[in-house]
């Protein structure tokens, strides 16, 4: 009966694996080219311009994110060249490839706690980190988001088979430790959080290698695993520890309402929300409290209570350090949290007891959950970056000059145009100025802010003298300039004109008071 239930997966699971393959590709090519770089992809391909040495010794000094993904992105952009589809491909390509790793995992999972149905528990756990609007948003992005969703889902897939392997006498297989520690290191290589999911996966892992009677080779195998881990991420945790005197300064805020952040977070965006998909976010948030329910009451330590650590760990582990020491809680850093929570949830699916109930609430969440994943794929661009420099080049004049400030704008905005018409500069001094003294506001020391004199010294200077109107654009003012001290500095000897919003970003012209225009 085992046998052909597994032959069964293996057939269904072909076809199943093709198809969910097709529709993640699928979804994440809409609109992948339409929206014009942000901010942070400007830094993503700011560092992949600089060169090789630049990247691992000066990069790191002030990009707060290890130089690990950007060599990767680096290295395939050489190859397709760095337009928006070619350098946003690269997280589609990895994020298609964790599909596999989901499957590989619902068959662990199928083969230490069955939940009777597991080609439905591999169908919705595949349809889900298929279509996952989250991930959808993220994978559209270079950035390294995908890259830590696959290689959590690596270490996850390896740490499953370890508890099969465990269980049954073994000391584990070699390819399942390297798989566990394969994928911690390029977890903990891709972002600067990547230490929470480590020490998650280790939690998660040692009851069941501790567990009586203790396997000497077990043992033997952790300590090598754990101590090549630790050796390959040393030089890691140097670049992050010669940041840590920036993070007190980041623009981060921690406030308790950000928990409210987490319900849109593993259910659906609120941008993607409607009559329609508010069905998807219930289902998802309904089965979600049935996955937590089941491994809260299990009676010992199992893959799926150690699958629910793997889910909510790192998330809690953010929010206990936001709220005791230095804000890090932001959702996008728990992207990769999503792997184990879609398996745990398509594991709560499958498990339904009533047939009626099992079909219904599987058919309406793959019918309502995929308009969700579509809006998300071709929703607008958050920071509009291409209105902003067209509006620009109609605007400014030769003998104007357009400012920059925070400079990190200029990071996007070149993307646009390499060449623009009009003359740029960057407040405070070029990107990255690692080197002007000014308060840091933002948790980089590249993009530093101006002191209030600092600010009328530079509205006052002979050179801005000389600039017929100056173009302020501003962002996120209330981070990086909350008292306004350079508007107010300019508006001493000028006109301020019409303000221009776009969101968060501003763009302001100030005119000499003697100007003709």
Sequence with gaps: MTARLAAGFQLKGAHLLIGLLALALIVRLIGLGVRPFWLDEGYSLYAIERT???????????????????????????????????????????????????IAAVRELEAQDPTGRPTLHAAVSGFLA???????????????????????????????????????????????????????????????????????????????????????????????????????????????????????????????????????????????????????ALIMLLLIKRAVQRAAFQPSWTSGRALVLLWWGPTLLAVLISATYVPVFLPRTLAATLAPAYLAIGGAAARIDSRRERLLLTAALAITLLPAAVLTAIQPASEKWDQIGAYLERNVAPADEVWLYPNDSVLPLRQ??????????????????????????????????????????????????????????TRQSDVFDPHDDLPHALIRTRRAGKVRHWGYIVVQPFRLNNAAN
């Design 52 to 102: 090789w040495h630049d990247l691992w010794t000066i990069v790191p000094t002030y990009e707060t994110h290890p130089p690990f993904y950007y060599s990767l992105l680096k290295g395939w952009s050489s190859l397709v060249g760095t337009s928006a589809i070619a350098v946003r491909g690269f997280s589609v390509l990895l994020s298609v490839a964790t599909i596999p790793l989901v």
């Design 130 to 280: 298929s279509c996952s609007p989250m991930l959808i948003y993220l994978d559209q992005q270079a950035r390294p988001y995908a890259l830590m969703v696959l290689a959590y889902s690596v270490a996850t897939l390896g740490l499953l088979r370890l508890f099969r392997e465990f269980r049954s006498g073994g000391p584990g297989s070699l390819l399942s430790w390297s798989l566990l520690c394969g994928g911690t290191e390029l977890t903990l290589w891709s972002h600067s959080l990547g230490l929470l999911y480590a020490f998650c996966l280790a939690a998660a892992l040692a009851p069941a290698w501790l567990e009586h009677p203790l396997h000497s080779g077990r043992i033997k195998r952790g300590m090598i695993a754990a101590a090549a881990v630790l050796l390959l991420y040393l030089p890691c945790l140097l670049i992050i520890a010669s940041q840590v005197g920036d993070w007190g300064t980041s623009w981060l805020k921690w406030e308790p309402f950000k928990l409210l952040e987490l319900i849109a977070f593993y259910s659906i965006p609120v941008e993607a929300l409607n009559v329609v998909t508010a069905v998807a």
């Design 416 to 473: 646009l145009a390499p060449k623009p018409s009009f003359r740029i500069r960057e407040i405070p001094d070029v990107f990255p100025a690692v080197a002007f003294k000014g308060i840091n506001r933002s948790g980089s020391p590249s993009t530093p802010s101006l002191t209030p004199r600092q600010a009328q010294q530079l509205a006052d200077s002979s050179a801005a003298q000389r600039v017929g109107t100056v173009w302020l654009v």
